[in-house]
């Protein structure tokens, strides 16, 4: 039986949770019309119903309140996640998960990597493998099949989208765990105030531009919203705990093993069978979680 470490393990909850968060983003996002305000709505909603639940707790705990860079840190992660989640539940709308998806989960597990090598110097070859075999394995799963895959406009408008998500979430990736000196609640406190903010902030600013399918909130929207309040938080809560207890490109790149998640989920929930690929895709990644945690 594989014995994880404490981080490795927190990692891949932290990947279990977060695809099921996308799941819901992406079915939340096209029950309101597929609209950028709409996923901005979705987005606010959720992220305000967990603001009030953490900050309940911070406040039961009676902790001190943070300032200076652990402060901003955390108020920049919370606008870095307001920003590429918006981005990324627009490209899983528009029902083109392919390459989109896996340049995201690409981008989102390198960038802290490089920034961990920087940081706490080179993980050794054993783990540098298993990063290489992961991000691999994140392709394979995300990608699915090509013959698949869609042409045209929308894929292009796609895949500009899940870049800036994947850029967004490394950058998230890294700005949760400098803040995370604070804690394992009060980080994911300030995130989430600062995608609050920002969803205010690109709702007052697209008020002007009203569009002919915005759809309202209604109950499965809602319904759909927490499920991403509870599973995104939730994931987290274990991407913070993860990265206090090990290196960041650990926690990242296992963390962003989570399309497998979504389409274990897909699968289930509406019957899209895994490809081949993605099966082999996710035997990868259980020989990199293997590498990585040696």
């Not at 992406?26 to 979705?42: E, I, N």
């Not at 939730?234 to 650990?250: E, H, K, M, Q």
């Not at 979504?262 to 082999?280: D, K, N, V, Y």
Request: charged letters at 10%.
């Amino acid at each position: 039986m594989l014995n994880l470490p404490g981080n490795a393990l927190f990692a891949v909850a932290a990947a279990a949770a977060w695809g099921g968060g996308d799941f819901s983003g992406g079915m939340g996002v096209k029950a309101v019309g597929g609209t950028l305000r709409g996923a901005l709505r979705l987005i606010l909603l959720a992220h305000l119903a967990s603001l009030l639940v953490l900050v309940v707790i911070v406040l039961a705990q009676q902790h001190q309140v943070p300032s200076g860079t652990d402060l901003a840190w955390g108020l920049g992660a919370g606008v870095a996640a307001a920003l590429s989640l918006t981005a990324f539940y627009m490209a899983l709308a528009k029902g083109v998960m392919g390459a989109s998806a896996a340049l995201s989960g690409l981008l989102a597990a390198a960038i802290p990597v490089v920034v961990s090598v920087i940081l706490e110097g080179s993980p050794g070859w054993i783990k540098g493998c298993g990063f290489a075999l992961a991000l691999a394995a994140i392709w394979i799963i995300a990608a699915g099949n090509p013959s698949e895959q869609p042409a045209g406009k929308m894929e292009r408008q796609a895949v500009g989208l899940a870049i800036c998500g994947g850029i967004g979430f490394g950058i998230y990736f890294v700005s949760l765990q400098r803040a995370n000196s604070l804690g394992v609640f009060e980080p994911m406190m300030l995130a989430r105030a600062g995608s609050v903010l920002t969803c205010l902030v690109l709702l007052i600013l697209l008020a002007a531009k009203p569009s002919d399918h915005e759809v309202p909130l209604g109950r499965k929207a809602i319904v759909w919203a927490g499920g991403i309040a509870l599973l995104d938080t939730g994931g987290n809560l274990l991407f913070i705990a993860a990265t206090r207890l090990g290196r960041l490109d650990v926690a990242a790149v296992l963390a962003s093993l989570y399309p497998a998640s979504t389409i274990l989920l897909a699968a289930w929930q509406l019957h899209e069978r895994p490809s081949r690929r993605q099966g082999f895709g996710m035997l990868l990644a259980l020989a990199a979680v293997v590498l990585i945690t040696l």
